[in-house]
């Protein structure tokens, strides 16, 4: 049966330029803590402020990259 200790539960959101995205990593993390929950951030290309702000809120487990990229569509 599987335990909390042997799942992973990725959450990936896509950003560009939005810092409603801080208020969605905020409160994913105020919702689920545990060890299991992970963040994957793929983000477009946002300011240099913005990602460093984003970065901030991010815990070591998470992952987050900025790149120009072409858009979602």
């Known amino acids: 049966m599987p335990t909390s200790e042997n799942i992973t539960i990725s959450i990936i959101l896509p950003s560009y330029n939005d810092a409603r995205i801080i208020?969605?990593?905020e409160?994913?993390?105020k919702f689920d803590d545990s060890e299991c929950?992970?963040?994957i951030l793929i983000d477009g290309?946002?300011?240099p402020?913005?990602?460093k702000s984003i970065s901030a809120?991010?815990?070591k487990r998470d992952y987050f990259?900025?790149?120009k990229d072409k858009g979602i569509f």
């Open 65 to 67: 990259i900025s790149e």
């Open 57 to 59: 809120n991010l815990r």
């Open 49 to 51: 402020d913005l990602i």
């Open 23 to 25: 208020k969605a990593i």
């Open 37 to 39: 929950v992970e963040i």
């Open 27 to 29: 409160s994913i993390i």
């Open 45 to 47: 290309g946002s300011s």
